[in-house]
């Protein structure tokens, strides 16, 4: 039986669940600076008919664009230590 009274809160509790729930800019904030602490931006500028294919093939295949480019890259390191 959950105890009401003195229950002690945890800082680590998600925001909204206080209060009023993020907006979206926040939202989207807070989860770029979780990918930052384990992952390193790419900006890239790629020619529009190659970027309008690498966005159906992720959205025919339900992944994201990241993915796709990771494990191109991944296959390319991979093919490279093989030969």
Do not use: W
């Not at 680590?12 to 390193?40: M, W």
């Not at 020619?47 to 025919?60: G, Q, R, V």
């Amino acid at each position: 039986m959950p105890q009401s009274g003195n229950a002690v809160t945890s800082s680590s509790k998600r925001a909204y669940r206080k209060g009023n729930p993020l907006s979206e800019a926040e939202r989207q904030k807070i989860a770029s600076a979780k990918k930052r602490a384990t992952h390193k931006e790419l900006k890239v500028f790629i020619k529009p008919e190659i970027k309008e294919y690498l966005s159906n093939l992720c959205e025919e295949d339900g992944v994201t664009q990241a993915e796709v480019l990771e494990k191109l890259i991944e296959r390319e390191a991979f093919s490279r230590k093989a030969s």
